[in-house]
């Protein structure tokens, strides 16, 4: 069965910290995606990444960075973490192609106090 | 400016009749896909039917339709004889032909569905 797995359901920092959100796949997936979810405004592309050491930006990337040095891990970090990144973080990878529906891990809920 | 667009934050449902959510979206591209998501209370995120705007026919997955209007620009999801597992919130995705292989996935805002017996 196809897996996306986020190391911390729940993480709790405190601003200015270093944060890493990290996420795996097992299905060989080109693509993988980090998201954020807030209330009312759905989820939000922060970065993506089509292939190993490939990354994109997406809607909002001003104050996190991605790495993908391997094709099934890719990685979040809030280089300094802020209050108001406190948010539910969704990875999810998929094949190419138009038709290739997302496949999501179960989330971390983020709290930067 | 916004791609996806639900208008319905909330909606109920009696338990067994059908039910139609709302999706409109914004593109120049001919070539797109759109997809449905729902997202039960436990977080997780659980794919449900996707269209092609090249696709002739609406597309249909067990007890979930689209109905696809593309010279309108919508894609509502249509539930039919609804569940009480069927609560959760649902959204609706678009990628676009541009995206080639970056394969990247905007999504609406949701809309909370509530199924009362």
């Known amino acids: 069965d196809v897996k996306v797995t986020q190391s911390s359901r729940y993480l709790v920092k405190r601003t200015g910290e270093k944060v890493f959100l990290e996420c795996v796949q097992d299905?060989?997936?080109?693509?993988m995606f980090w998201y954020r979810q807030d209330p009312g405004l759905g989820l939000r592309l922060i970065y993506f990444s089509y292939d190993v050491k490939m990354k994109e930006k997406g809607d909002i990337p001003e104050g996190y960075s991605v790495s993908r040095e391997k094709k099934e891990r890719f990685s979040l970090i809030l280089e300094s973490a802020s209050t108001n990144q406190t948010s539910m973080y969704l990875c999810?990878?998929?094949?190419?192609?138009?038709?290739?529906?997302?496949?999501f891990g179960n989330g971390t809920r983020l709290t930067v106090t | 400016a916004q791609k996806i667009t639900q208008t319905q934050p909330g909606m109920f449902v009696q338990e067994k009749e059908a039910v139609t959510l709302d999706c409109t979206y914004d593109t120049s591209d001919q070539s797109y896909g759109l997809f449905w998501y729902k997202q039960p209370s436990s977080g997780e995120m659980i794919f449900l039917i996707y269209q092609g705007s090249y696709d002739e026919q609406n597309a249909t997955e067990g007890r979930y339709s689209l109905n696809f209007q593309k010279a309108r620009k919508s894609a509502n999801l249509v539930i039919s004889a609804s569940q009480l597992g069927d609560s959760a919130m649902y959204f609706c995705a678009m990628r676009e032909g541009g995206s080639g292989n970056t394969g990247k996935l905007i999504f609406g805002q949701g809309t909370t569905l509530q199924v009362k017996p």
């Open positions: 299905m060989d997936h080109e693509n």
């Open positions: 999810a990878s998929s094949f190419r192609g138009r038709q290739s529906p997302l496949h």
